[in-house]
């Protein structure tokens, strides 16, 4: 097998990722070759440096993160409130709006189809004209029967409707 | 009389670990019961890991306490969920890796002017230096493929076991054991070229 092909395997074996078979295996190799030997040995300064860098970091920040975090809950909390008062506010403003159509429609209907309400009703009687013209003194039994008028008037003061009956009570 | 020493020693770390998972069983039940005190608490217990683990993973500072902000949100979100028999330690790995991966994807569709702005804001708030910010292994890591990043900074710089990392990277520890392996290669090699550089 090719040195190059052992590399891997020696990075595992500093890492202490080998199996002990197979990090005896590799050792017996690393005893009798200087190349990879002195690799393993190059990679287990490396680890040493990382580990000491690793150490040197601290992190002392009180309480930033703590007080971050609550002021996201927070903020999300006072949205999703945010967002069921506007979802609400719609709805009732749709509410609103199909029941104030539903009024408008009621009486605008009211206004053109429906006939408007009756506030007086008067019947008057009248003779013919045409027998009045005649000049000739009418018997008893000749005397004709006045026509009928109903005259109906209605809160809309443009319509008045008069309903007239002929003496046959047509 | 040096064994009876060490075993001595051995029972009191196992008894200091089970009374800081006892503290922290408390402190997440307080916190479930909305004791923001007991919250801080478990925050103030494992930012240190949770940022140096963000920061060793995106390079940048501002990154890196954004993305911690998401791992504790996530923790506060969860609460309710977690077994308090467990430590908590190992479900932070995981999901400070998850979140480092949504934060670097995102990072990579934002222009590098933005980049630099919020470096320059992260390293006027932060605490972390600019020495450190700009070290040898800073630049190694980001010579890494993410896999091997991540497998690397679990393993070598954290100290968890291949498995524990796997857990943490979703993966076989086999797996980790190789990015591992590669990564350290390829770090051992950038600081030899470094030095080749230097010395011409
Ligand atoms: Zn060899």
Redesign the pocket.
């Known amino acids: 097998m090719k040195?190059e092909r052992?590399d891997v395997a020696i990075a595992k074996l500093v890492g202490g990722d080998l199996s002990r078979w197979r990090a005896a295996t590799l050792q017996r190799?690393?005893d009798t070759?200087p190349?990879?030997?002195t690799l393993r040995s190059d990679l287990a300064k490396r680890q040493i440096a990382v580990r000491n860098a690793e150490r040197s970091f601290e992190a002392n920040r009180g309480d930033v993160i703590a007080d971050a975090v609550f002021a996201r809950v927070d903020a999300r909390r006072s949205s999703k409130t945010g967002q069921r008062f506007r979802r609400r506010a719609v709805a009732g403003v749709l509410t609103a709006i199909v029941l104030l159509a539903a009024v408008v429609l009621q009486f605008s209907t009211v206004g053109e189809d429906a006939p408007p309400q009756v506030s007086k009703v008067s019947v008057t009687e009248s003779i013919p004209s045409a027998v009045l013209d005649d000049d000739k003194p009418l018997s008893l039994a000749e005397s004709p029967r006045p026509d009928v008028i109903i005259r109906i008037e209605t809160q809309n003061p443009d319509i008045v409707i008069y309903w007239h009956g002929d003496s046959a009570g047509g | 009389m040096a064994a009876a020493r060490r075993a001595n020693w051995t029972a009191n770390v196992s008894e200091d670990a089970a009374k800081a998972e006892s503290a922290e069983a408390e402190w997440i039940r307080l916190a479930r019961a909305g004791d923001r005190a007991a919250f801080a608490q478990l925050v103030r217990q494992h930012e240190s890991t949770v940022l140096r683990v963000a920061w060793r993973l995106l390079s940048d500072a501002h990154d890196a306490q954004d993305a911690a902000q998401d791992v504790f949100v996530r923790l506060y979100d969860h609460l309710d969920r977690f077994d308090v028999r467990r430590p908590l330690t190992p479900w932070l790995y995981r999901i400070t890796v998850n979140v480092c991966r949504t934060h670097a994807r995102k990072r990579s569709r934002r222009s590098e002017a933005e980049r630099e702005a919020a470096r320059d804001s992260a390293q006027h708030q932060s605490n972390i230096g600019a020495a450190e910010a700009s070290d040898w292994l800073e630049r190694g890591l980001a010579r890494l493929s993410p896999r091997e990043r991540v497998a690397l900074v679990l393993r070598d710089l954290e100290g968890l076991s291949a498995k524990e990392a796997a857990k943490a990277m979703r993966c076989a520890p086999v797996t980790v054991r190789t990015l591992a392996a590669r990564a350290r290669l390829k770090l051992k090699r950038l600081y030899e070229a470094e030095e080749r550089g230097l010395e011409e």
């Open positions: 040195c052992r190799h690393l070759c190349r990879c030997d």
